[in-house]
């Protein structure tokens, strides 16, 4: 506080920030409020991109059959050891062996949700879905097998 | 008279190893390193003042060694110094911590996981593992067995160690004490509402003045470089949207870019657009959450919800674009994942209109407000100096009068094409460190209006093979991310895996500064500090 | 011409009560009923404003606010989360002193009563009387300011030392302002007495009688009132960001209920005596001359104005806390002795002179 003018003028800019501040609360308080009240509004306003990755699910041909031949390349690429395949070895009726998907153990806890498996899969077997509900009460019933059908869900969000 | 001259004049025995990216790695031993690096810190034409990064090596046979990027602020010439020690019982390097500031904290970082002692650094202690961890992590024989989880408190030495060498090779053990008997001595952290993280520091106080504050890290360190020598390429990104969350698209792009450059795979041009296009989006939005969460930290929380209020936005155009909020998993090895949403840059043109409106206020409830001003303006001052030597780029650095903005500095995917200012302050304050950023907001809107309509029509990725393999060598990138300059260091063997993959935290030399810029500051002022300097945790412990 | 005087109603009760049974007992038994009545409004009152500070802030911050429990408007959830509170544990500490610890969080409610005793709610519908009573609010709500220190010395943290050292510099300065400006009323009406003030104010409320110095020294007193609530911002004993929690941090349960609960009845204590002093309390707005207007405003019960005063006062209070950031310690002081100080002592100057000159209205 050099001189009195100084000390009237600090009284001064002081004040009017002060006010503008409160102008510009008061500014807010009066529009409408922007955040929304999930879960009422999942059949209105709630908007899941199309991209949006949820959680792995089997891709599934016209017979309701998964498409994935067991061939392991989406556990090879995992990052962080969340897929396993189990297969079984069967005979095809021309005679050839092939490996049959027998589980999809997918661990949804320790997914870092990376697309590489989805990149590798040469068959377009696997795809993340919009499916972003994925809290549950124990951490067991996050290791999923996917060729179940009640752990291999596709919820429509549109 | 060049870098290599300088060196060699130092120290005759040097030599040109490799070359990287026009970056000569030149080779001294650790005996003519202290002359070397005393030379080039002095170099009269474009001293090389900044110490980029110090990464610690294990080479097995050879040794364990350090690689020293530097880089003259004047000049911007950049230059790798490769020393190594075959002493794998007792490794000891020269501490360079006289030179370069930063190197204090960078040393401890490489004690901590290779076991090097540096002689000479006033602070040995380890920086990330507990005090009686066992073993150093980053030695390619370390056993990972040999530490079982322990549950019992770490007790926190009060004291450091410094090691100097005696002329007849016997090392000698000198106690520096941190924190005395006398001192009031506060824990702000691990669990505290405003260390952004768990970070801790161990805070002297003097009634509410601070005396001195030592940070400790590494509660939520993961481990991260030594993963990724267990993994692939296209795995170990991964890993980097998990370093500096706020900056996620930004480290991916950094460690694209290293492993494109090593492939020498040319990435299409409109993935070039797209991923410039993103990461500016990716600085505003880390900008916005600045912002709001030094305006909470200050204790004023409504305009916390302005800041988070438009971050959602940019949050829901990532999301169409990218499929993911925090964690985008965009960048790939050769261009991005997928083309941008058709709404993309409708919504991002709309969301810069909405953003310009909204700024004002902004500006009007916390950078106008006396109250604010009073407590930012003139508080934890850094000096250019300060800054340089402390290594802390980004705004922290750009407030304090250096321009080291790498997007300027070394152009990399469009940014040579486009017009903006770097924003340049010289307070040093608080209040500088700020306005860096808020000014910044409106420089990355620039940005992403020149190019949004300008993206070309035509491939986002180029084609790789499943298996990528990289040549053998050293291979580095850097890129401005949110919060200063992000580097990757990668040693190759050859292998589909790094032989090291080493990332330059952008928080680490941030967090280093505190203890200059909080000293004489209140404890009010510590946590106002510590919101400016804007780091972000798991980006440090890694 | 007041319609709603219960002073009558007052003497009607004891009188009955007196016939019935000898006097002390009377006097006994209506003390007992007035004291269950304050703390049963007391717990009301912080459940609503509890409430109205949700509401308030979301509004502010572009949120909804409680919208779950009770209905759309949340209106059960304040209850829901008193009821959590008081079943919570009251965790005990090792290295505390134990006495002093748990006599704390009493004395900062103590404090509160007092001073909420003396509110005038109505004509004739106050508990405390005396010639003294506003000096009498100053000094029990003093108290407060000692539980504090109690509780952050007691609790052997080093962030309640902190807070409580905070606390105690900042409201034994701000004590300073609040006394002068309220001075500048007391003379102003010529008297201590509360329910005097709020008559004296019958033609005309204080703050336009007073004019320029009665508003000045309105402003003094909000600020001054706000730092002694130890609400944003000014609330840098408790300051989230910096200290955890301050002073109450090693608090739990409804130990932790009481300090939250002071808060929150010292703001409606400063919203409530600042609508006294300079608002006219009880006192319906009338302007001179305008008899038929004055006639209506009569209309409505006092209580009802004085509540309405109050909660508009309250509104303004935590307009400004959810617009500003917290100050630093040093700013604080200097706000109060370099700003604050000098401009209190100039008010009552002015007051005093207009006061001597008749320059009042």
New interface residues.
């Given amino acids: 506080m050099a001189t009195f003018k100084e000390y009237f003028r600090g009284w001064a800019t002081g004040l009017k920030s002060l006010a503008t501040g409160m102008g510009t609360s008061m500014k807010v308080f009066r529009q409408k409020p922007v955040t929304e009240e999930y879960p009422e509004n999942r059949h209105t306003t709630l908007h899941i991109p199309e991209r949006h990755r949820g959680r792995l699910r089997l891709v599934t041909d016209e017979n309701g059959q998964p498409r994935c031949i067991a061939c392991g390349l989406c556990q090879m690429n995992c990052p962080n050891g969340t897929i396993q395949i189990e297969a079984d070895t069967v005979e095809t009726p021309e005679g050839r062996k092939r490996k049959q998907l027998k589980a999809y153990h997918y661990d949804l806890g320790s997914c870092l949700y990376c697309q590489l498996c989805v990149e590798a899969c040469p068959h377009g077997a696997i795809e993340f879905s919009n499916d972003f509900e994925n809290a549950v009460f124990e951490r067991d019933r996050l290791r999923l097998d996917l060729t179940k059908p009640e752990d291999n869900r596709c919820h429509d969000w549109k | 008279m060049n870098l290599l001259d300088t060196i060699i004049k130092a120290a005759p025995e040097a030599h040109i190893v490799t070359e990287t990216d026009g970056i000569q790695i030149v080779a001294v031993t650790p005996e003519e390193l202290p002359a070397a690096a005393q030379a080039l810190a002095q170099r009269p034409e474009g001293a090389m003042d900044f110490l980029y990064d110090l990464t610690g090596m294990d080479w097995g046979e050879e040794g364990l060694g350090v690689l020293y990027q530097l880089e003259s602020t004047a000049t911007g010439e950049r230059i790798i110094l490769r020393t190594q020690t075959t002493d794998r019982e007792r490794p000891l390097l020269p501490s360079v911590s006289t030179l370069w500031p930063t190197a204090e904290i960078k040393e401890r970082e490489a004690f901590d996981f290779l076991g090097i002692r540096f002689t000479g650094n006033p602070d040995m202690r380890r920086l990330y593992l507990r005090e009686d961890w066992k073993g150093y992590p980053l030695r390619k024989d370390y056993d990972a067995t040999a530490n079982e989880l322990t549950l019992d408190n770490e007790i926190n030495a009060d004291t450091t160690e410094e090691y100097t060498l005696r002329p007849d090779g016997t090392l000698e053990c000198h106690e520096h004490q941190l924190f005395g008997n006398d001192d009031f001595v506060v824990n702000i952290g691990p669990q505290h509402p405003s260390t952004h993280g768990v970070l801790r520091l161990r805070t002297a106080l003097d009634g509410e003045v601070i005396r001195h504050v030592d940070p400790i890290l590494g509660y939520i360190h993961r481990g991260i470089e030594k993963m990724a020598e267990r993994m692939t390429y296209p795995q170990t990104l991964a890993m980097t949207d998990r370093l500096d969350y706020l900056s996620a698209h930004q480290n991916r792009h950094a460690l694209c870019r290293c492993i494109e450059g090593a492939m020498e795979l040319e990435v299409p041009e409109r993935a070039e657009y797209i991923r410039t296009i993103m990461d500016e989006l990716q600085r505003i939005d880390s900008h916005l959450l600045f912002y709001s969460c030094l305006a909470m930290d200050m204790g004023a929380l409504t305009p916390f919800f302005y800041g988070f209020r438009e971050r959602e936005m940019i949050l829901n155009i990532f999301e169409e674009t990218t499929g993911g909020r925090l964690i985008q998993n965009y960048n790939v090895i050769g261009g991005v994942r997928a083309d941008l949403h058709p709404d993309f840059c409708n919504k991002t043109k709309e969301f810069i209109v909405h953003l310009r409106q909204v700024l004002p206020d902004y500006h009007n409830i916390f950078t106008g407000s006396i109250i604010a001003k009073t407590r930012l303006e003139g508080v934890g001052r850094l000096s250019r100096e300060q800054v340089i030597g402390l290594g802390a780029t980004g705004g922290t650095g750009r407030a304090s009068g250096w321009a080291n903005d790498v997007r300027k500095r070394h152009p990399y995917a469009v940014y040579d094409q486009v017009d903006f200012e770097e924003v340049v302050r010289t307070e040093g304050d608080s209040m500088a460190r700020y306005l860096v950023r808020m000014d910044e907001i409106e420089q990355s809107c620039r940005i992403i209006e020149q190019l949004i309509d300008r993206i070309p029509e035509g491939p986002v990725r180029t084609k790789t093979k499943p298996i990528i393999k990289l040549p053998e060598g050293i291979f580095t990138a850097s890129v401005e991310a949110s919060r200063g300059a992000f580097g990757v260091l990668l040693e190759s063997r050859g292998d589909k895996s790094p032989y090291r993959l080493h990332f330059r935290s952008t928080g680490l030399p941030l967090v280093h500064t505190m203890d200059t810029a909080c000293r004489g500051a209140k404890l009010a002022d510590l946590i106002a500090i510590g919101g400016s300097i804007d780091f972000v945790i798991p980006d440090i412990d890694r | 011409m007041n319609y709603y005087d219960i002073n009558s109603l007052n003497q009607s009760i004891h009188g009955t009560l007196s016939s019935l049974m000898p006097e002390g007992l009377a006097i006994t038994l209506e003390g007992i009923a007035v004291g269950l009545l304050i703390i049963v409004l007391y717990a009301l009152l912080a459940i609503v404003l509890i409430y109205m500070e949700r509401r308030v802030?979301?509004?502010?911050?572009?949120?909804?606010g409680p919208?779950r429990v009770g209905g759309r408007g949340g209106l059960l959830q304040v209850p829901a989360d008193v009821l959590k509170i008081l079943t919570k544990e009251i965790i005990s500490l090792r290295h505390a002193d134990r006495f002093l610890y748990n006599l704390a969080p009493f004395l900062v409610i103590l404090a509160s009563i007092f001073s909420f005793a003396c509110l005038p709610w109505n004509q004739g519908a106050e508990i405390l009387r005396m010639d003294i009573g506003i000096f009498f609010v100053l000094a029990a709500s003093s108290i407060g300011v000692l539980g504090i220190l109690l509780a952050g010395w007691s609790s052997n943290s080093?962030?309640t030392v902190?807070g409580a050292v905070?606390s105690g510099a900042m409201i034994i300065s701000y004590e300073l302002s609040i006394g002068l400006t309220v001075l500048t009323m007391v003379l102003l009406s010529g008297t201590m007495d509360i329910q005097e003030i709020v008559m004296e104010q019958e033609h005309l409320w204080n703050i336009f009688r007073g004019h320029i110095p009665a508003l000045l020294a309105f402003c003094v007193y909000l600020i001054a009132g706000n730092a002694e609530a130890n609400r944003?911002?000014f609330?840098?004993a408790e300051?989230?960001?910096?200290l955890?929690a301050g002073y109450h941090t090693e608090y739990s349960g409804m130990h932790f209920g009481f300090f939250y609960l002071a808060e929150y009845l010292n703001l409606f204590i400063t919203a409530g005596i600042a609508s006294t002093l300079f608002l006219g309390g009880w006192m319906p707005f009338h302007i001179p001359g305008l008899d038929g207007l004055n006639a209506v405003m009569d209309w409505i019960p006092g209580v009802v104005w004085f509540v309405g005063k109050t909660f508009a006062v309250v509104f303004l209070l935590m307009?400004?806390r959810?617009?500003?950031?917290?100050?630093?310690?040093?700013?604080v002081l200097t706000l109060e002795w370099?700003?604050l100080m000098p401009l209190s002592l100039v008010i009552v100057l002015l007051m005093t002179l207009c006061v001597i000159f008749g320059l009042v209205l």
């Avoid at chain 3, 802030?57 to 909804?64: H, L, M, N, V, Y």
């Avoid at chain 3, 959810?322 to 700013?331: A, K, N, S, Y």
């Fill in positions: 802030c979301a509004a502010f911050q572009c949120r909804i919208n080093k962030y902190i905070r944003g911002p609330d840098l300051a989230e960001q910096e955890t307009w400004i959810w617009t500003f950031p917290r100050l630093r310690i040093d700013q370099k700003y």
